[in-house]
């Protein structure tokens, strides 16, 4: 297949996300999307081959000691960020609405310390709640619509456990005019982050620590958020 025969990922995604929010199914077309790209008829648009760059220097900034504690990685896709968060000794759970995600992330870390499962961020077990030491969420609630969003966030955030530490990377949303673009004329997947959505990660007991944004390790024209929360 040549350059110009090769599908743009992007607008496969949105096209598999827009069937299924017309099928009122938001979260189907993960399933669809990895299963496909597993029969070869799709890439993944964010499967980068190895951990986020922004997670690889968080982890060599914060030197986190994981050892004895236990991490969830949400949206895990095909494992990367978890070997990772697992390689800087967390017993970690990684997790994807994707049974196909699942399968290619176990299939691609044969030797993994990893617990891949597949769960729903809209509805996790509920002995998750508060269990973990270290949460990490990368691109996972940007790719749900606005209206999922907070949903998706409170459950993002109530995972952490008394102590714990969460990080967030995501998209920022574009500006115009100095000003962020309102949620009507944002054209999805991904719906960036607002500031305020980054914002409402820190809710009763957790609080924002640190924030950076800067530009994308892949694209440097697409700014993206790094946020550390710690729940106190």
Known sequence: M??????????????????????NDPTGWFEKLYAAAGEGRAVVPWDRGGAHAMLTEWAETADPQGEGKRALVVGAGTGWDAELI????????????????????????????????????????????????????????????????????????????????????????DELDGKEIPDDQVEGPPWPLT????DAFATGDVRLIDLDKQPSPTAPTNLRWRAEYLRD
Request: hydrophobic share 50%.
């Open 2 to 23: 040549t350059d110009e025969q090769t599908p743009d990922p992007d607008l496969a995604s949105r096209r598999l996300a827009a069937e299924s929010l017309a099928e």
């Open 86 to 173: 697992a390689d800087l000794g967390f017993d970690t759970i990684a997790f994807d609405i994707s049974p196909s995600a699942v399968e290619a992330a176990r299939e691609a870390h044969p030797a993994t310390k990893v617990d891949y499962v597949v769960a729903d961020l809209l509805n996790p077990p509920a002995e998750w709640q508060g269990a973990f030491d270290l949460v990490v969420e990368i691109y996972t609630v940007q790719a749900l619509p606005i209206d999922l969003q907070p949903a998706a966030t409170k459950q993002v955030t109530a995972q952490v456990r008394v102590g714990g530490t969460l990080v967030v990377i995501a998209a920022a949303r």
């Open 195 to 198: 500031r305020a959505a980054i």
